[in-house]
């Protein structure tokens, strides 16, 4: 049976009746006319956009229109402008946010999450570094057939491993699972993923990774195990507070790497 999904036209993004472009122009802003520098660090939990904003130069004008996924310009300790957003939750948020983001000139982003890992060598706390990811949301079915790969960017990629050697962290890379359904991750699902050798289950890294290839976007994962999906019980939780310390130092790794971009 065709899908409507299956329609050519829908992934060339011809004759769109709204674009991240006229939306800004709506809120008064010239996506052309600001600077957020090229760079962009993506945090998926809003305690640790605040965490990071008491701890980055933030300059003062807080323009962005888009309360409920704010963006901030930032600087490197050596001054270097980049951008630091929340985007919300799940991949229709973060699918919206790459658009204006490439809108406004952002050619590297790089998404710092957090996941639950259904492999039972993980742990709670442990970094994890993505290679790809297999695509369980649905908007990224707007932007390309499922045929086409969850891909993280390989030189964008390299260059975080590299960090992450050089600060001596330990890390696992591999694939993840992005999903729409956060209360929908049960143990049959889980089971396969654990079967396939998948590291982590999140909301955004399907999306991210295919959208932002299509965007023409350089774009990496990296994050901490949140929980530990196993076959008996779910340990940990979903949520940022319990990592924080590990989150807030990838965040520094990751600063010191935007400086050389």
Not at 127 to 147: F, K, N, Q, T
């Amino acid at each position: 049976m065709n899908s409507i999904f299956t329609n050519f036209h829908l992934w060339r993004e011809e004759n769109c009746y709204v674009t991240a472009q006229e939306d800004l122009l709506h809120h008064h802003i010239d996506p052309q006319g600001i600077d957020l520098g090229t760079t962009c660090l993506v945090t998926f939990s809003s305690s640790l956009f605040e965490r990071l904003l008491e701890t980055y130069t933030v300059e003062q004008n807080d323009f962005w229109p888009y309360s409920t996924t704010p963006l901030r310009v930032c600087h490197t300790p050596t001054g270097k402008k980049f951008a630091l957003h929340f985007p919300s939750y799940g991949g229709p948020r973060i699918a919206n946010s790459l658009e204006q983001l490439a809108a406004c000139g952002i050619r590297s982003v790089i998404g710092l999450g957090l996941g639950g890992t259904p492999q039972e060598h993980l742990n709670i706390g442990d970094i994890l570094l993505l290679e790809g990811a297999m695509r369980g949301d649905g908007v990224s079915r707007y932007y390309a057939p499922m045929e086409y790969p969850a891909i993280a960017d390989l030189a964008l990629t390299a260059r975080i491993r590299a960090q992450l050697e050089k600060r001596g962290e330990k890390f696992v890379s591999g694939l993840s699972f992005g999903t729409d359904a956060l209360y929908r991750e049960d143990k049959h699902l889980v089971a396969q993923l654990r079967t396939l050798g998948i590291i982590s289950v999140e909301l955004e890294s399907s999306a991210l990774l295919t959208i932002a290839r299509r965007l023409g976007l350089a774009c990496s994962w990296v994050g901490v195990v949140s929980d530990r999906l196993t076959p008996t019980l779910h340990e940990g939780n979903i949520h940022a507070e319990h990592i924080m310390d590990t989150l807030q130092r990838l965040a520094r790794l990751l600063t010191e790497l935007i400086d050389e971009l």
